[in-house]
């Protein structure tokens, strides 16, 4: 059974960089695309980016000129680094899978990792 | 990109039907039928309910549907029930190889 798990540091200083993994276990990272998403407590979803199992990347234009996401599939993880952050990237970060199909993404997710709350607080 | 809009809460009886609406524009709900629903309890990652507008994944219960006119999408749930209690957020394909999120409904089960 494939999972996933975030992992970093609860707590970032404003203006520094907010950096997370996720670990895939249970099955390869290859074949699929994978998000990030985050949601600010109390308040809604929002999708931050994706990689693929080449590299290639796609991010929110809201949010793509502080973010980085990265895979390394010789550890069968992928990375997410947000720069300058401010109290307003709080939030719980989640790592989640669109399934792909033949043609490719599902634009779904139907996978997700359990969150990792980080505070921006200095 | 701005989020799509859902109504911020709906409630029902157990039993009842209630509908959920995700309204975006034609730059995503309207032109594509790449619409999906997670359910999200507190304190809990989102499951995912509906993909591609009515496709249910294995697993889920056949209460939960979802359709779609023009730029709005919509989930309902029939036969309401305390464990329906929860979040729930649409998200479609928005184009660039992008993703929206809803604002999110909270349903409430009376």
């Known amino acids: 059974q494939v999972q996933l798990q975030e992992s970093g540091p609860g707590l970032v200083k404003p203006s520094e960089t907010l950096s997370l993994t996720c670990t895939v276990s249970?099955?390869?990272?290859?074949?699929?695309?994978w998000s990030w998403m985050r949601q600010p407590p109390g308040k809604g979803l929002e999708w931050i980016g994706f990689?693929?199992?080449?590299?290639?990347?796609n991010y929110n234009p809201s949010l793509e000129s502080r973010v980085t996401i990265s895979v390394d599939t010789s550890k069968n993880q992928f990375s997410l680094k947000l720069t300058s952050v401010t109290a307003a990237d709080t939030a719980i970060y989640y790592c989640a899978r669109d399934p792909l199909s033949k043609l490719g993404a599902k634009w779904y997710f139907d996978l997700w990792g359990r969150g990792t709350l980080v505070n921006v607080f200095s | 990109q701005s989020a799509l809009t859902q109504p911020a809460s709906v409630s029902g009886s157990p039993g009842q039907s209630i509908t959920i609406s995700c309204t975006g524009t034609s730059s995503d709900v309207g032109s594509y039928n790449l619409v999906s629903w997670y359910q999200q309890h507190p304190g809990n990652a989102p499951k995912v309910m509906i993909y591609?507008?009515?496709t249910r994944p294995s697993g889920v219960s056949n209460r939960f549907s979802g359709s779609q006119s023009g730029n709005t999408a919509s989930l309902t749930i029939s036969g309401l029930q305390a464990e329906d209690e929860a979040d729930y957020y649409c998200?479609?394909?928005?184009?660039?190889?992008?993703?929206?999120f809803g604002t999110g409904t909270k349903v409430t089960v009376l």
């Open positions: 998200c479609s394909y928005a184009g660039s190889s992008t993703y929206v």
């Open positions: 990689v693929d199992y080449s590299g290639g990347t």
């Open positions: 249970g099955g390869s990272i290859s074949s699929y695309y």
């Open positions: 591609e507008g009515s």
